[in-house]
Each structure stands twice: as structure tokens, then as C-alpha cells.
């Protein structure tokens, strides 16, 4: 079984679903509500578990009734901890809207822990930005194995964590935010001349574009909702480097995926299994 090592963020998520985003400030009203795990590294890491990895999660969880019901939910979906405890845990308001998309406000949490815990073995590891201690050493770790070790390319990204990571896939707005520059393929010629890896960005129904020209497109799928799905793009495409497989083929392994996410509404247990990606 493929030993995929994530870092980074967990969250509780408090979902609304909404006629219609707001626009404007107001009382507005929701038509269902759910208290869910989310969160960039714990969603990739219900994602590499659901399609058969050994997903290890590290992670940091307030000292308070949250964190241990996220651990709960996290232990029950799979994933092996690695958690440091302490402080407040993380939580996002989120509005889902019928088409899928979506507005999140975030708490970052509060007096977290900096120092992460040791690091088990692991043939892939995944990183986003939001622990940069851990991040770092994750993705030391990996350079020095040799590991293909992914960094997910959010808003305020830092150079020195991207500089570490084997493949670095931002976010459309990530991609723009990192270079400053607007219009996509210019910002990914830049960013890619800045960092010694592969730099990719993803575009939503777009698919994965490389710096190299790679363009892996996604499949077409009704959205309905795309809450976790690129956190889950991000996590299963690691898992596929980790067992081995090249570039594009990973690229479309974690389109379909998160392909398969945006035709499911809900959290973590919507997300396809090793049945649904054969």
C-alpha cells in the first residue's frame, strides 16, 4: 500500500447551502446546513485514504471539544494521525451556492502548536501552506529521500516552501498571487523560471496546465458542488506519484477525481473511493 505523508491544515467547516451567494450585507437564510471535517490537508487526506492510500495526516488540533471530534471524524475516515495538539482548532463558515460554488470565511485558529511531530516513513508527500514549520520539514525530508513530495500553490505561497517541493500545482488565484501577473501563462512561465521543480496550475472545468505545455484537461461534469475538490485533486495526484505513476498519467488520475467530487453535494463522504477510479 502506497505511504502518502500530508501536511497542513484541518478545519471544522459550518456548510450552508444557499439559493444565491450574498452580495450584500443582510440577514440571508439557508436551505440545509452541515457540520463537517474540511480543511486543504485533511480534505487531500480523506481523498488519498478513500482511493486506497496509507495517508498519514500532519496536522494540528486545538486542545478543545472541536479538535477531538475532527480527530474523531478524521480516524473514521482513515487517516493516521500525526497530530499536535493545543490552542484553538480552526474553523470556516461556508455558503454553497446550486451551482457549486463557493464563499468561505476562515478562522485560522489560535495559539497552535509551531513544533510538528516526528515524521513516519512515506513514499510521497503532499504539503500546503498553512503550518510552514511542518511544511518545511516534511519537504526537506522528502528531497533528502528522494520522494516526490507536492506543494499545493495557494494565496500567499512562500518562495522558500515552494523551492522544496518536487512539483508545485497552484491554484488559479494562487498562481496570480505568486507572481503578481494576471494572465495565466505568462504567470506560469514566471513562476516556473523562479522554482527549480515542475510547476503546474489548475483552472477548475479546465483541468492541470505545466509549464512545459502540458495541458491535461478535465473531464465535463455537471458541478454541483466543488467544496474540497481541488484540496482532493491535490491528494490524489500525490498518491498516483507515489505508486509510481508519471506526470500525466497522475494529472488525470486527480482530474477524474475531483471530476467525480463535483457531481456529489456534501463533505468527505462523497468523495470517490477506489471503486469509483478503478
Same mark, same amino acid.
Given at each position: 500500500?502506497?505511504?502518502?505523508?500530508?501536511?497542513?491544515?484541518?478545519?471544522?467547516?459550518?456548510?450552508?447551502?444557499?439559493?444565491?451567494?450574498?452580495?450584500?450585507?443582510?440577514?440571508?437564510?439557508?436551505?440545509?446546513?452541515?457540520?463537517?471535517?474540511?480543511?486543504? $490537508? @485533511?480534505? &487531500? =487526506?480523506?481523498?488519498? +485514504?478513500? /482511493?486506497? %492510500?496509507?495517508?498519514?495526516?500532519?496536522?494540528? #488540533?486545538? *486542545?478543545?471539544?472541536?479538535?477531538?471530534?475532527?480527530?474523531?471524524?478524521?480516524?473514521?475516515?482513515?487517516?493516521?494521525?500525526?497530530?499536535?495538539?493545543?490552542?484553538?482548532?480552526?474553523?470556516?463558515?461556508?455558503?454553497?451556492?446550486?451551482?457549486?460554488?463557493?464563499?468561505?470565511?476562515?478562522?485560522?485558529?489560535?495559539?497552535?502548536?509551531?513544533?510538528?511531530?516526528?515524521?513516519?516513513?512515506?513514499?510521497?508527500?503532499?504539503?500546503?501552506?498553512?503550518?510552514?514549520?511542518?511544511?518545511?520539514?516534511?519537504?526537506? $525530508? @522528502?528531497? &533528502? =529521500?528522494?520522494?516526490? +513530495?507536492? /506543494?499545493? %500553490?495557494?494565496?500567499?505561497?512562500?518562495?522558500? #516552501?515552494? *523551492?522544496?517541493?518536487?512539483?508545485?500545482?497552484?491554484?488559479?488565484?494562487?498562481?496570480?498571487?505568486?507572481?503578481?501577473?494576471?494572465?495565466?501563462?505568462?504567470?506560469?512561465?514566471?513562476?516556473?523560471?523562479?522554482?527549480?521543480?515542475?510547476?503546474?496550475?489548475?483552472?477548475?472545468?479546465?483541468?492541470?496546465?505545466?509549464?512545459?505545455?502540458?495541458?491535461?484537461?478535465?473531464?465535463?461534469?455537471?458541478?454541483?458542488?466543488?467544496?474540497?475538490?481541488?484540496?482532493?485533486?491535490?491528494?490524489?495526484?500525490?498518491?498516483?506519484?507515489?505508486?509510481?505513476?508519471?506526470?500525466?498519467?497522475?494529472?488525470?488520475?486527480?482530474?477524474?477525481?475531483?471530476?467525480?467530487?463535483?457531481?456529489?453535494?456534501?463533505?468527505?463522504?462523497?468523495?470517490?473511493?477506489?471503486?469509483?477510479?478503478?
Amino acid at each position: 500500500m502506497t505511504r502518502l505523508l500530508v501536511c497542513g491544515i484541518a478545519v471544522m467547516d459550518y456548510v450552508q447551502r444557499v439559493d444565491a451567494l450574498p452580495t450584500r450585507e443582510g440577514k440571508h437564510r439557508s436551505r440545509s446546513f452541515e457540520r463537517i471535517g474540511g480543511g486543504c $490537508a @485533511a480534505n &487531500a =487526506a480523506v481523498g488519498a +485514504a478513500r /482511493l486506497g %492510500g496509507q495517508v498519514m495526516l500532519v496536522t494540528r #488540533l486545538g *486542545a478543545d471539544a472541536t479538535g477531538d471530534e475532527l480527530a474523531a471524524m478524521l480516524a473514521g475516515a482513515g487517516v493516521v494521525p500525526a497530530f499536535a495538539r493545543g490552542g484553538r482548532t480552526p474553523l470556516s463558515s461556508v455558503m454553497v451556492d446550486p451551482a457549486g460554488e463557493r464563499m468561505i470565511v476562515n478562522f485560522p485558529g489560535e495559539a497552535l502548536p509551531e513544533t510538528p511531530p516526528d515524521l513516519p516513513a512515506f513514499d510521497a508527500a503532499l504539503c500546503d501552506c498553512r503550518w510552514p514549520e511542518a511544511a518545511e520539514a516534511v519537504l526537506t $525530508a @522528502a528531497r &533528502a =529521500a528522494g520522494r516526490p +513530495a507536492v /506543494l499545493d %500553490g495557494e494565496k500567499f505561497t512562500p518562495e522558500a #516552501l515552494a *523551492a522544496l517541493a518536487s512539483h508545485v500545482v497552484f491554484s488559479a488565484p494562487g498562481l496570480r498571487d505568486f507572481t503578481g501577473t494576471d494572465a495565466l501563462p505568462e504567470a506560469l512561465a514566471q513562476a516556473a523560471a523562479r522554482l527549480p521543480g515542475q510547476v503546474a496550475y489548475t483552472d477548475g472545468a479546465d483541468g492541470v496546465t505545466w509549464a512545459d505545455g502540458l495541458h491535461v484537461p478535465a473531464p465535463a461534469v455537471e458541478a454541483v458542488d466543488t467544496l474540497g475538490a481541488g484540496d482532493l485533486w491535490h491528494g490524489a495526484f500525490a498518491l498516483a506519484l507515489g505508486r509510481g505513476e508519471d506526470r500525466e498519467t497522475a494529472s488525470r488520475y486527480a482530474n477524474r477525481a475531483a471530476a467525480i467530487k463535483c457531481t456529489r453535494p456534501g463533505g468527505w463522504d462523497a468523495y470517490p473511493t477506489e471503486k469509483d477510479l478503478p
